[in-house]
């Protein structure tokens, strides 16, 4: 049996990185070269990388009533390449960013309260991915929470940042069909609600 994952950090060499653009994101051209499998190294890779940092998604979970607290908000991404019948307007996991000198569980609290109104408790990381690696820089640390889903309503947002979010409470069998059936369709949903139903059991008997 061959050896899995040979090569680390040391087998990759960044030659050249230029900025081409810097806003909300950076956007840099990435020239490197690399180890190859077969021996020897490869030319010079040229790639445009979006660095967008770290991000955190939370299972906002309840126990007592076996429901899971989704947010709806639009996004951009679903809306520039529409499809029939699907809403740009996505039923996702609370979730936010990483600003510098923050961590992934005060994210994780402040965002649940920003995005839901809820506060959580027995915050547990679940697992961190990255989204996306071929072109951009993001890691996303997901988590689960115990919440109280009667405290969840309303819409939500920092009006600074033009944000308009809904909060649905929605039983966890429905949601996991939701994803099943494709109603639920971004990467981070169908991460947390995946390992929801895997962990759901072991999550109601520690948490009550």
Excluded at 156 to 183: F, P, S, T
Aim: charged share 25%; hydrophobic share 40%; proline share 3%.
């Amino acid at each position: 049996m061959s050896e899995i994952q040979q090569f680390n950090q040391r087998d990759i060499e960044i030659l050249n990185e230029d900025v081409l653009y810097e806003g909300f994101f950076t956007l840099k051209k990435i020239q490197f070269k690399h180890k190859l499998f077969a021996g020897g190294e490869s030319g010079v890779v040229e790639r445009e990388l979006l660095i967008k940092g770290a991000a955190v998604a939370v299972i906002a979970y309840d126990p007592r009533e076996d429901a899971v607290v989704l947010v709806e908000q639009v996004r951009i991404g679903a809306a520039y390449h529409p499809e029939p019948n699907r809403s740009p307007w996505l039923l996702e996991l609370i979730a936010g960013m990483v600003e510098k000198g923050e961590r992934p569980e005060e994210v994780a609290l402040r965002e649940s309260e920003e995005e839901a109104g809820v506060s959580v408790k027995h915050l547990t990381h679940c697992l961190s991915v990255w989204d996306s690696p071929g072109g951009v820089v993001e890691r996303i640390h997901l988590f689960a929470g115990e919440v109280d889903s009667k405290k969840a309503k309303g819409i939500h947002g920092l009006a600074c940042e033009n944000e308009d979010i809904l909060v649905h409470v929605v039983k966890r069998e429905q949601a996991y069909q939701w994803m099943c059936e494709g109603k639920i369709d971004n990467g981070i949903a169908v991460m947390g609600l995946q390992w929801l139903q895997l962990n759901y059991a072991q999550l109601q008997q520690r948490w009550q």
